[in-house]
């Protein structure tokens, strides 16, 4: 018996993760990140009313979505000198095109 060696391949990796609840900080977050948008934890506490925006994003994370963070530095008032993300879906194109995906926007759209 022959048996093949997959070893040399590249692993795949999924191209969603597992979908939030509507009505959630956790599914606005995500549609924010669908959108194309590249929110910052400030920008989320603002428009989504979500003053924990890290956490769920972290949460997002877990369930398996690519959301990758660019680190932008920044000085403060006081001259301190920091840092702030911006998040993003990394494959969002090919993200857009899933159908769970589609119908989870086109639910989202029908709650607003």
Known sequence: MEFLDFGDMPKMTPIIGK????GTN???ILMFLLSGDQP?????GHKLDCVSSAARICELRQD????EAHKIPYRTDTGKDVY???YYIM???DVLTHPRVQQFIEWHRKRK
């Open 19 to 22: 979908l939030p609840k509507l």
């Open 26 to 28: 956790k599914a606005e």
């Open 40 to 44: 910052t934890n400030r920008q989320m």
């Open 64 to 67: 398996g979505w690519l959301i």
């Open 84 to 86: 702030y993300c911006k």
């Open 91 to 93: 494959n969002l194109q």
